[in-house]
C-alpha cells in the first residue's frame, strides 16, 4: 500500500522569503504522478503542481517548483518569493496512473507573516 | 470552467438521522470520490465509483455508502449519523490523473 509522510505539521515564513515543504512517500508502482495541493481557509482544494513520476524534470508553476526525487521517494515543494496568500495548509499527495485514487500525506500549516 | 459544486457548505444534524451529501460535476468525468478530512489525518478515501452504478470502497467506508444513478451526481449517506462522522467532507472528480474538488461540506452530528 501506497503513504504518504508530511512530517512538518506547521511552518512559518516571512513575507518575499524562501520557503520548503517536505514531502516523503512510498509505493512499489513505477507509474505514479505526485501532488501538492493547497487548502486556503476557503477550503477550496487548488492544485498547485503536479509531477509525473517519469519526468526527471522538476514541475515548476510561477513561484512554485518542485525537489523530485525518486530514488529517494521525495518530493519537497519550494516557494519563492513567499506572499501573504500563500498561507494555507498544503497537502502532498499520490496518485497511481490507472486509479486516479489519490492518497494525502497530513498536511503543513504555512503561516506568512508581513 | 471546471465545477464540482456540493449541495451544503455546513450541515447539523442529529445522531441517528439519515444524511445525504451530494455532489455534481459538470465535466463529464467518469471517476468521482468522496474523501473525508479531519485535523493530523489529511483526507482519507471513503469511496469512488468509476460509472454509473458502480461503485468501490475506500480505505473508511464504514457507516457509509454511496449512489450514483447519473454520471454527474455521486451522493454519500450516512445510514444512521454518529458523533464520530462529524467530519469535512470532499468530493471530488477526475480525469487522466486530474482531480477537481468540491468546496467541502463540514458536518457536525450532535
Known amino acids: 500500500a501506497q503513504t504518504v509522510t508530511q512530517s512538518q505539521p506547521e511552518m512559518s515564513v516571512q513575507e518575499a522569503e524562501t520557503v520548503t515543504l517536505s514531502c516523503t512517500y512510498d509505493?512499489?508502482?513505477?507509474?505514479?504522478?505526485l501532488f501538492w495541493y493547497k487548502q486556503p481557509p476557503s477550503r477550496q482544494m487548488i492544485l498547485v503542481i503536479r509531477?509525473?513520476?517519469?519526468?526527471?524534470q522538476n514541475a515548476t508553476e510561477n513561484r512554485f517548483s518542485v525537489n523530485f526525487q525518486k530514488a529517494a521517494k521525495s518530493f519537497s515543494l519550494k516557494i519563492s518569493d513567499s506572499q501573504l496568500g500563500d498561507t494555507a495548509m498544503y497537502f502532498c499527495?499520490?496518485?497511481?496512473?490507472?486509479?486516479?485514487?489519490?492518497?494525502f500525506g497530513t498536511g503543513t500549516r504555512l503561516q506568512v507573516f508581513p | 470552467d471546471v465545477k464540482v459544486t456540493q449541495s451544503s457548505r455546513y450541515l447539523v444534524k442529529r445522531t441517528g438521522e439519515k444524511v445525504f451529501l451530494e455532489c455534481v460535476q459538470d465535466?463529464?468525468?467518469?471517476?468521482m470520490f468522496w474523501y473525508r478530512q479531519d485535523p493530523g489525518l489529511g483526507l482519507r478515501l471513503i469511496y469512488f465509483?468509476?460509472?454509473?452504478?458502480?461503485?468501490e470502497k475506500g480505505d473508511i467506508p464504514e457507516g457509509y455508502s454511496v449512489s450514483r444513478e447519473k454520471k454527474e451526481r455521486f451522493s454519500l449517506i450516512l445510514e444512521s449519523a454518529s458523533t464520530n462522522q462529524t467530519s469535512m467532507y470532499l468530493c471530488?472528480?477526475?480525469?487522466?490523473?486530474?482531480?477537481?474538488f468540491g468546496q467541502g461540506t463540514r458536518l457536525t452530528v450532535v
Open positions: 471530488a472528480s477526475s480525469l487522466s490523473g486530474l482531480a477537481f
Open positions: 509505493t512499489s508502482e513505477n507509474n505514479y504522478y
Open positions: 509531477q509525473e513520476a517519469y519526468k526527471q
Open positions: 499527495a499520490f496518485m497511481n496512473y490507472n486509479t486516479d485514487k489519490l492518497i
Open positions: 465535466m463529464d468525468h467518469e471517476n
Open positions: 465509483s468509476y460509472d454509473v452504478k458502480m461503485k
